[in-house]
């Protein structure tokens, strides 16, 4: 069974600085797709990155990056420059369909 | 705007009462998927359908059920609710051409009494 722990319930960051959610997940698959979704209080869910397995290169979308380990099952999301609009739910998914973590609450402080 | 649309958006209903939920996604996505989100959890995968056809099945109750049509809309019944049901219902496509990347809807909201 695939699986995908997200340990941190909830993070807070000033706003410009750095900050970096963790995942771990396991599959038994060799191809395989991981994801970070962002729930903002309006309940939407969003795509932040996607990375393809197979890729060694870590995934990066203007202020959103990752650090895929793929030996070590982890992908941890990196945001730079934190902005008070990134104060969302944000959710670690492994493949299709999506297997989802709990979940990380981050709160961007000013 | 994902392009996946969602009705309705919220729903009040009583216990032991039965309800739709109603789904159209993205324009050509032919995969649906259907996920409940309680409060402050996760997304629990409930099933997905291909091309009108069951291709997964996660957490689902025997209470509830769901289909694709030949138009591809989809719709999931919920039965015999009770206070536990709930949630937020998403449901989101993707297309043939995708690597695994799910576009939602803005989630249908039940609450049962």
């Known amino acids: 069974a695939q699986t995908v722990t997200q340990s941190q319930p909830e993070m807070s960051v000033q706003e410009a600085e750095t900050v970096t959610l963790s995942c771990t997940y396991d599959?038994?698959?060799?191809?395989?797709?991981l994801f970070w979704y962002k729930q903002p209080p309006s309940r939407q869910m969003i795509l932040v990155i996607r990375?393809?397995?197979?890729?060694?290169q870590n995934a990066t979308e203007n202020r959103f990056s990752v650090n895929f380990q793929k030996a070590a099952k982890s992908f941890s999301l990196k945001i730079s420059d934190s902005q008070l609009g990134d104060t969302a739910m944000y959710f670690c998914?492994?493949?299709?369909?999506?297997?989802f973590g709990k979940g990380t609450r981050l709160s961007v402080i000013a | 705007d994902s392009g996946v649309t969602q009705t309705p958006k919220h729903l009040i209903t009583a216990t032991g009462q039965r309800v739709t939920l109603r789904c159209s996604p993205r324009?050509?996505?032919?995969?649906v998927y259907w996920y409940q989100q309680s409060l402050d959890q996760g997304l629990q995968f409930l099933i997905q359908?291909?091309?009108?056809?069951?291709?997964a099945k996660g957490n689902i109750l025997e209470r509830f059920s769901a289909q694709q049509f030949p138009d591809l809309h989809s719709e999931l019944n919920l039965s015999s609710l009770e206070l536990g049901d709930s949630a937020l219902y998403f449901c989101?496509?993707?297309?043939?051409?995708?690597?695994?990347?799910?576009?939602f809807g803005e989630g249908s909201r039940l609450t049962v009494l």
């Open positions: 989101a496509s993707s297309g043939l051409g995708g690597i695994g990347e799910l576009f």
């Open positions: 599959t038994s698959e060799n191809n395989y797709y």
């Open positions: 990375q393809e397995a197979y890729k060694q």
């Open positions: 998914a492994l493949n299709t369909p999506l297997v």
């Open positions: 324009s050509g996505d032919l995969s």
């Open positions: 359908y291909y091309n009108g056809e069951e291709r």
